[in-house]
């Protein structure tokens, strides 16, 4: 059949949800998304795909008597078909969505009900692109990698870090005391694990103060800062606050602590609040929940790039990306890097879009010379606000080790990350101070362009790390 047979198969009410003929679905009006979407055996593709561009804006499953010429000017339209691979196009009125910057809203229209639906055997939503008016609506990221990296005077390589595992059953001495030693062995961040919260053999309000401790003893017998990631999922949003604010009153300096939220479970309420609650925090996205979405053989979710994409619309700070495969995670490089590189750059390509990310329209010559001179010079601008979103930053976690350091580089094709390992240092045979070292090492050698196995022969946490790490 071609799309011509289908359009004639719609009757007046899908038809007034596709319009194959749209002029410009890029004037600035329209979200755009692409779906993959195989219909089940009742209806044809495009017949689905309109009730899908229904159910996902103003429309239910039959034309109803209250419509009005406003409503309808608020339909989410089909505009292109690839009948060979089953991919489906549909621009949505940004005006649909809750003013004032809300995620959860567009999510609940995109990947809500539709996911549900009879008429379809696979909805998967693989990118998303936002016009720059739309930008401007949204918060975007506030503390960012830059901050951080300026915080722990870091640069030229990724921020190292850890998870303290075991998951759960330290006790608060217990837990800071891996946190000390990471830190002494040269590492820079420390994250909770995600279900890190109020446990009675770890009372929340005693795991801050042991780790306020552990932090002061390090910076002093390192002489280089330190940042914490805190888990503030919980739950309700007053006792999120409540611990948000007992971590800023236990006496941490400015960005020498992040906010880590479950963004997934917790919700994107609570990755929001924080956002405008905390600007001059790193938000930390932990994607936990995120597989029954993403995975790629789901045939019914979204991608880790639309998730991403969405965290810092959201004005995440960091948000986990995945390690491309490298590591114990499903994952390819397709989506993880390219999720990666979506979230920290100003222009990059998705699966079917060239985001940009400047709130600058694109025909702004002199002002995107000026970006393109700050790119090429690699100054990081103060304040890059003014010019678009500012950056999110992948966070790279999930099975790693000092070993796989280089190889997920070479992948990602930049250094402007976090990682953090818990049982690639934890493992260490040696433990954890020389996990931390032997992380470090890694990176020292990656950063002199020296073969970790040569750099091994001078350094032997690293040796026996590559020894440990490789029979496994
Ligand atoms: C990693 C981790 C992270 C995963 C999340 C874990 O520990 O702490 O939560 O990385 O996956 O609990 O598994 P290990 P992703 O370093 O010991 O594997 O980053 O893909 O969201
Ligand atoms: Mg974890
Ligand atoms: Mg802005």
């Known amino acids: 059949m071609t799309i011509k047979k289908f359009?004639?198969?719609?009757?007046?009410?899908?038809?007034?949800?596709?319009?194959?003929?749209?002029?410009?679905?890029?004037?600035?009006?329209?979200?755009?998304?692409?779906?993959?979407?195989?219909?089940?055996?009742?209806l044809n593709i495009l017949q689905v795909a309109s009730e899908v561009a229904a159910e996902s804006s103003t429309g239910t499953n039959f034309e109803v008597k209250t419509e009005t010429p406003f409503s309808k000017t608020l339909n989410a339209l089909v505009y292109k078909i690839d009948l060979k691979k089953n991919l489906v196009w549909?621009?949505?009125?940004?005006?649909?969505?809750?003013?004032?910057?809300?995620?959860?809203?567009?999510?609940?229209?995109?990947?809500?009900?539709?996911?549900?639906?009879k008429q379809i055997t696979a909805l998967k939503l693989l990118d998303v692109w936002f016009p720059s008016a739309?930008?401007?609506?949204?918060?975007?990221?506030?503390?960012t990698l830059d901050d951080m990296r300026k915080y722990l005077d870091v640069y030229d390589r990724p921020i190292l870090g850890t998870i303290v595992k075991p998951k759960m059953g330290l006790t608060s001495a217990e837990y800071a005391e891996v946190a000390y030693d990471f830190w002494v062995g040269g590492g820079d961040f420390v994250k909770n694990?995600?279900?890190?919260?109020?446990?009675?053999?770890?009372?929340?309000?005693?795991?801050?103060?042991?780790?306020?401790?552990?932090?002061?003893?390090?910076?002093?017998?390192?002489?280089?800062?330190?940042?914490?990631?805190?888990?503030?999922?919980?739950?309700?949003?007053?006792?999120?606050?409540?611990?948000c604010e007992m971590i800023r009153d236990a006496g941490f300096e400015s960005g020498s602590y992040a906010f880590l939220i479950d963004g997934i479970t917790a919700g994107w309420m609570a990755v929001q609040t924080l956002r405008r609650k905390y600007p001059d925090v790193f938000i930390h996205f932990h994607r936990a929940a995120h597989g029954a979405f993403t995975r790629p053989e789901n045939p019914i979710g979204f991608t880790v790039l639309v998730l991403s994409k969405f965290a810092r619309l959201a004005g995440t700070s960091g948000i986990h990306t995945g390690t491309a495969g490298v590591g114990k995670m499903q994952g390819n490089p397709e989506e993880d890097i390219t999720s990666a590189n979506n979230i920290l750059k100003l222009l990059s390509k998705g699966h079917f879009f060239e985001q940009s990310w400047a709130t600058v329209p694109g025909d702004d010559e002199d002002v995107l010379k000026l970006v393109h001179e700050d790119v090429a010079r690699k100054v990081v601008l103060e304040d890059d606000g003014w010019r678009g979103m500012k950056k999110c930053c992948p966070i790279i976690s999930g099975g790693l080790n000092p070993t796989l350091l280089k190889p997920f580089i070479d992948m990602m094709g930049n250094v402007d990350f976090i990682t953090t390992m818990g049982a690639?240092?934890?493992?260490?045979?040696?433990?954890?101070?020389?996990?931390a070292k032997a992380l470090v090492q890694s990176c020292d050698a990656y950063v002199k362009k020296i073969d970790i196995k040569k750099y091994a022969k001078t350094h032997k946490e690293l040796a026996e790390a590559i020894s440990f790490f490789k029979k496994k």
């Open 7 to 42: 359009s004639k198969s719609l009757n007046s009410k899908q038809e007034s949800y596709v319009n194959l003929d749209l002029p410009n679905p890029k004037n600035g009006e329209y979200l755009l998304a692409v779906f993959h979407l195989i219909p089940n055996n009742e």
């Open 90 to 117: 549909i621009a949505y009125p940004w005006r649909l969505f809750d003013r004032g910057g809300n995620i959860q809203n567009i999510l609940t229209y995109l990947v809500g009900n539709v996911l549900g639906m």
């Open 134 to 143: 739309m930008l401007e609506q949204y918060d975007g990221p506030s503390y």
């Open 193 to 243: 694990d995600e279900p890190q919260a109020n446990q009675d053999f770890c009372p929340y309000d005693k795991m801050v103060k042991h780790v306020k401790e552990a932090m002061d003893k390090a910076v002093k017998k390192t002489g280089k800062k330190k940042v914490h990631s805190f888990n503030v999922s919980t739950s309700d949003f007053d006792t999120m606050i409540e611990r």
């Open 424 to 435: 690639g240092c934890h493992a260490h045979p040696q433990g954890t101070k020389a996990g």
